[in-house]
């Protein structure tokens, strides 16, 4: 096959599940209804933490953090997601491809920083409660939440100048629903046996490290639980920490199986089914485990709905 370019590409089709036009049918109207909700989900979270004072403590400010990156990440691929679910085949330039993948990288790499910053915030409230504010003071909170975004902007920067750095055969349709690093990548002409290397590596850095970290401090946190006195207090807990893994598993688990080997042996179909794990079902759920949940979030929920039909009575 004659090799062209990199700059000769200008256009990528996006396939979606074109071999099953009627599930793109379905699909479409459950995506929208998904991405609706989870784009009014953190939303919510972000109005009600940002108004409430009472709020301004780290676990919710990581929470805030957190909402914002889901917000980003749905609004990078869902609306091109509906796009190719709602035609056959779907043309995006090179440009926006590109564009895409950088942002997919910087929010799905920030979201692996601060799931890791959030569990470790939930160790020291929990494993350490009396020495909480010295361990978790805001100077720490502020490091980690920095942190978390520079290391997605420079996961990001590496790994999709690197992609596009490739020349591309003649072929231009990506078997996917978004252009995803390792979908992008099956189009490459070199070697890329090197950036393979460097994807797994930065994965087992990335997904891997943190995701045992966490589980190290939910150990850590699961003993400290255990010795609560109160039975009350005990169900409290374990009910927050399994709603926190299960939320970091579903998103750890699928990212790390789709990126741990950028040319893996999994079907292009199964490969969609996973990314739909971690792009679409996360998002939506962090809103329902974090805030529907939490009595404190929705104590501020209210109080906030309160305030706004007072003032609508005071000048009515």
């Known amino acids: 096959m004659k090799r062209q370019n990199q700059s000769s590409v200008v256009e990528f089709i996006l396939l979606g599940f074109s071999n099953f036009p009627e599930l793109q049918r379905h699909l479409f109207q459950v995506f929208l209804v998904i991405y609706l909700v989870t784009l009014l989900g953190n939303a919510i979270i972000i109005v009600v933490i940002s108004l409430e004072q009472s709020l301004h403590v780290p676990m919710y400010l990581f929470l805030l953090n957190l909402s914002v990156v889901e917000v980003g990440f749905s609004a990078v691929i869902m609306p091109e997601m509906l796009v190719v679910l709602s035609n056959e085949k779907t043309v995006i330039t090179f440009a926006g491809c590109f564009s895409q993948m950088y942002f997919i990288l910087l929010f799905g790499g920030t979201e692996c920083f601060l799931l890791g910053a959030m569990a470790y915030d939930r160790f020291a409230a929990i494993c350490h409660p009396l020495n909480y504010s010295m361990i978790m003071n805001r100077r720490v909170f502020m490091k980690l939440i920095i942190f978390s975004w520079i290391s997605g902007i420079i996961v990001a920067t590496v790994q999709n100048t690197w992609v596009f750095s490739f020349p591309f ?44 970290l966490i589980l190290l401090s939910y150990i850590r946190i699961l003993f400290a639980i255990l010795k609560m006195p109160s039975t009350t207090g005990r169900q409290k807990a374990f009910s927050t920490c399994a ?9 750890y688990g699928t990212a790390n199986m789709t990126y741990l080997q950028p040319k893996s042996g999994y079907s292009p179909e199964t490969k969609k089914v996973m990314s739909l794990a971690y792009s679409l079902l996360t998002p939506l759920l962090n809103p329902l485990i974090y805030s529907l949940r939490n009595s404190e ?5 209210m109080k906030i709905w309160q305030r706004k039909v007072d003032l609508h009575t005071f000048f009515n």
């Open 243 to 251: 709603s926190h893994l299960t939320s970091v598993t579903l998103f």
């Open 169 to 212: 055969c003649g072929i231009n349709e990506i078997n996917h629903l978004s252009c995803e690093t390792p979908a992008v990548l099956e189009l490459a002409c070199a070697d890329t046996f090197l950036f393979e290397i460097y994807a797994f590596t930065g994965t087992i850095l990335i997904v891997m490290v943190p995701f045992l």
């Open 297 to 301: 979030m929705k104590r501020a929920l």
